[in-house]
């Protein structure tokens, strides 16, 4: 990217050393229970988002120069920084939900364990993901 252009050499990429995702939902309880219908249409569009990142590169690296406010190269450079940390249907294996957790709470100054069990429930992702034909029942 910028560091490329100026000569800069790259020593390290975020990719190779931690497994966080790069997109996530969240949603309290509350919501999921007084909304899910509207959480999991959320879910589906996400999911087709990812799906059109996947299929669609140069589309999308215009789409994302243009929202960035940049260039089509430093867009291209972003777009393939970003891009391997992207789900293809939202899925989002535990060791990465785990790792976005125990993030979450060092950045919080939390001393504690925190289990995906007690955060986490992915019953309207499946129903979005089967809804759109991509696992099955």
């Known amino acids: 990217m910028w560091g490329a252009k100026k000569n800069y ?3 390290a990429r975020a990719k190779d050393y931690t497994n966080l995702p790069q997109n996530a939902v969240i949603v309290s309880d509350t919501i999921i229970k007084q909304s899910s ?5 959320m879910l589906k569009g996400t999911i087709e988002a990812l799906q059109f990142i996947q299929t669609n590169k140069k589309e999308s690296i215009e ?17 393939e920084s970003y891009f391997p940390a992207y789900s293809r249907d939202g899925t989002m294996t535990d060791e990465a939900l785990q ?9 919080a100054k939390v001393d504690k364990k925190v289990p995906i069990s007690q955060v986490a429930n992915r019953t309207l992702l499946l129903e979005a993901q089967r809804e759109l034909g991509l696992k099955q029942n």
Do not use: C, G, P
Request: no cysteine; hydrophobic share 45%.
């Open 99 to 107: 790792a976005a957790i125990d993030e979450a709470l060092t950045r």
């Open 63 to 79: 789409i994302l120069a243009s929202y960035a406010k940049t260039n089509r190269d430093m867009a291209t450079s972003m777009f």
């Open 9 to 11: 050499k790259i020593i």
């Open 37 to 41: 219908d509207q959480v999991k249409r």
